[in-house]
């Protein structure tokens, strides 16, 4: 493996051509050549939130630009009745997804690349931005909902603009097709919702959307976010879900 400083690594991606994907190790960022059906492809993940946020809330209550209106940088998310935070979900989900891309050959780029108490951010203009320059070919945004309404449950995918309806519907049918039960508590009814308050998805310029993967204070999602094959039945569907639309 050849592993290049984080200063370089834009050039050296540019220089590697579609064989190439770039993953994070000892603080430095690894190139690896890679053959695969995703070769050449750049897939953006966001594993939403980070662990440490509720310990720096002058940092996250900053308000950044969210298209066309200032939000918070960041909040803290939510977690399960039993405490397991939504942010922990995100990263566990999102780095399964990563190994799998990269194993294809495809590249990723993640928003953020720790789970740590003592980190915040990144703020959700630069979430919103991020695959924007490359261009990157698409973005999915993981997340874990918190309704405290009676008997919420289940998954719904959120996208903004039209370029991103066929990704949306795409990530829907693979997360049903692997069982998991469409959201009861959002309108509709269908698993989809299509939202212009997110800077996640109002500053993309690619196809992009955000799933909110179940809801966390459902005890029925809770169990399957908190075990290990829970987690992997996810990450399997959204990694369908990306080959699907990188077709």
Known sequence: MRRLPIAVLGAALALAGPSWTVGRGEGHAQVQEIEGPLAGRVVVLDPGHQLGNHNFPKQINRPVPAGGFRKPCNTTGTATNAGYPEATLTWQV???????????????????????EREWG????????AGNRRPADLKVSIHGDGSYAAGAHGFHVIYRYAGSRSLATTVRARLRRASFPVANYIAGGDG????????TLNLSRIPTVLVELGNM??????????????????????????????R
Do not use: H, Q
């Open 192 to 199: 989809l919702d299509r939202r212009s308050d997110l800077a």
């Open 217 to 246: 204070r459902s005890a029925r999602d809770a169990r399957v976010m908190t075990s290990r094959p829970g987690r992997i039945r996810y990450a399997d569907a959204l990694v369908a879900a990306i080959r699907a639309s990188l």
């Open 122 to 129: 990144p703020c959700v203009d630069e979430r919103g931005r």
């Open 94 to 116: 999102t780095n399964l997804v990563r190994r799998r891309l990269e194993a294809l050959g495809a590249t990723v780029v993640m928003t953020r690349d720790s789970n740590s």
